[in-house]
């Protein structure tokens, strides 16, 4: 049974107003299904049903898949209508619309630019063209938003050393990491080590999805084969306490993404998720969405599960919030006043729920105001 009282859950809304990241969100798992039929129709894409109930039912968004394979056959679907400029501005601007609605502050959008390339878009076309969508979204809603590049597990080692390059030419334009992503059984990181010497040898930031399909073996790789900075999910670390005393001792950041986790079937259900006994025990852990759409939720509502599922208190979500923003790729200086004024806002209100004063906070500034405000002390360990 979860550990929180009925009368002492706080309201989804309540999460809502909360300052948030979104480290962990695929572009092409978080698309609304109406512009998915309305981009279907426009550039007559088949679809394999006509009606946003009948897309609903054929992905099978929000319910349990039993495995990542079958959780990733909804892509095909998606990918579909993601293959023109025009489609890829319009999701990454309506993908940051969404986030901003729900107080996300900051968000780090990942994709695999190669599969956007059917119908012969360039792949710097393709990285451009996300990036035009992100930064209309940041002028009109004040969400900061930056691309992780992804390479793919079960596709090829070349193809991840070819979007490596992709991450180095864009470094400091947009893109802020590389990943690699898809199915992790039968394809270990190791065999992308040239994808990931490559990046680091760059000095660009990288997490890799592991621990979600495989054993703590598959984050051990990541980090003492490829250097991960982050590590996508690592649902699996608690399977290896030395590991997981090493990764907290490192400071390396688990992007937890509980509900997908549930649907993939690497984890039973929300209340036997390793998020809490992660979080109590001090790593870094931060909350995420994996994919807006075949997942169907938001920041707010995985961070809400994990208060009224994995009982988890106010006190426990303002850390784990806070641990979003020190995680994120950043500069220095950037992120030290994103935890600043994210901590402010935080004190606001005490452990209840309650506030402290009705001070009005700032929650949309823009980048050029933040740089020019004075920078005050922030931890970051």
């Not at 090829?156 to 992709?166: G, P, V």
């Not at 809400?304 to 979003?324: F, N, S, V, Y």
């Amino acid at each position: 049974m979860s550990t929180q009282g009925t009368a002492s859950r706080l309201p989804l809304s309540f999460i809502e107003k909360l300052p948030k990241t979104d480290l962990h969100v695929h572009l092409d798992g978080s698309l609304r299904l109406e512009t998915i039929l309305e981009l279907a129709d426009r550039e007559r894409v088949q679809l394999p049903a006509d009606s946003a109930d009948g897309l609903r039912k054929f992905m099978h968004l929000g319910e349990n898949c039993g495995s990542l394979v079958e959780y990733l056959k909804a892509f095909d679907v998606t990918l579909k209508v993601m293959q023109t400029e025009a489609s890829l501005t319009r999701i990454a601007y309506e993908l940051a619309e969404d986030a901003a609605a729900e107080n996300v502050r900051y968000m780090e959008v990942r994709y695999a630019p190669m599969l956007h390339t059917q119908l012969g878009l360039k792949l710097t076309s393709v990285i451009e063209a996300v990036l035009e969508g992100l930064r209309a979204a940041e002028k009109d809603h004040g969400i900061e938003s930056n691309i992780i590049v992804c390479g793919i597990r079960n596709i090829s080692a070349e193809s991840s050393l070819e979007m490596a390059e992709l991450a180095v030419a864009y470094k400091n334009r947009g893109v802020v990491g590389f990943d690699l992503a898809g199915g992790e059984d039968g394809h270990p990181a190791k065999h992308h080590k040239a994808a990931f010497q490559l990046v680091r040898d760059n000095n660009i930031n990288t997490t890799i999805h592991a621990g979600e399909a495989y054993g703590p073996e598959s984050i051990a790789q990541a980090i003492h084969v490829c250097g991960a900075h982050r590590i996508g999910h690592g649902c699996r670390l608690r399977e290896n306490g030395d590991l997981l005393h090493y990764v907290n001792d490192h400071r390396i950041p688990l992007e937890c993404c509980p509900s997908s986790n549930v649907q993939t079937g690497a984890v039973r259900d929300l209340r036997s998720h390793p998020l809490k006994f992660y979080s109590d025990l001090g790593l870094r852990v931060t909350v995420n969405t994996d994919n807006r759409l075949i997942t169907d939720t938001t920041v707010s509502k995985e961070i809400w599960l994990c208060h009224t599922e994995m009982g988890l208190e106010l006190r426990d979500i303002k850390q784990i919030i806070m641990a979003g923003f020190k995680s994120s790729f950043l500069p220095f200086h950037v992120k030290q006043e994103y935890l600043r004024r994210a901590n402010a806002e935080l004190a606001r209100f005490r452990d209840d729920g309650t506030m402290v004063d009705e001070a009005p906070a700032n929650s949309h500034s823009s980048r050029h105001e933040r740089a020019a405000l004075p920078a005050e002390p922030a931890t970051l360990a």
